[in-house]
C-alpha cells in the first residue's frame, strides 16, 4: 500500500482543481485496516488507507476538492466494491463527525462550568486587590498583595475557562473538518493495472 497526491488538472465546472489522492490497496479491507508487514520482501506495517487519506487532507487546504482514487487488484476493482467503499467511507465520516460534534460539546460545557468558577476567582481576586490598595498598609505590603498576588491569583482563575474555551476545541474543529472534506470528497476505485 502507499500513497501519493496530486494537483489534478481537471476542471470542474471552472471551480478549482481537484486535489488527488491515489492510494494503492491490495484488498478493499486495507482501507481500514493496515497491511501485514512482509519483512524478507522487504515490505513494511503500512498505516490503513483512510489513514493514510486523513493524513493528506491535513496538510492541505480543506477548501480545495479532493479526488481520492483507490488502486485495487483488477479482481477487486468492480462496480460493487466501489459502492461498497463509498457507503464504508460516508459512515466513517458521518459517526467521526458525531464524535467531534459531541466532544466539541463536551468542551463548551466544561468551557461555560470553569468560566463561572473563574469569574468567581477573578471578582474575589480583584476585590482583594482593591482592598489591600485601599487600606493603610505600609507601601511594599500594598504593592505585593494589592498590585501583585492578588491580581495574579484573579488572572489566573480565568486562564483555564479561556483556554478551554478558546483553543482546547480546535482539534476538534480541526478533525471535524477533515471528516467533512473526506464525505464531500469524490471517490474512485481503479484497477491497478490501469492506474
Known sequence: MSARSRASRNHDAGGPAAHEI????????????PRESDVEAGVPLLDAGIDQIRTELSSRSLRTPARIVLVLPRAKATPEVERGVRQAIMRYCDAGIKREES??????????????????????????????????LPGGIRSFFGDGLFLVVAWVGMWYPLDTLIYTGRPHHLERGILRALRESEIVVRPDDEA
Open 103 to 136: 466532544l466539541l460539546a463536551a468542551v463548551r460545557r466544561e468551557g461555560g462550568r470553569a468560566s463561572f468558577f473563574g469569574a468567581i476567582v477573578l471578582a474575589v481576586g480583584l476585590a482583594l486587590s482593591e482592598a489591600v490598595l485601599q487600606s493603610g
Open 22 to 33: 491515489r492510494i494503492e490497496l491490495g484488498a478493499p479491507d486495507e482501507l481500514f485496516y
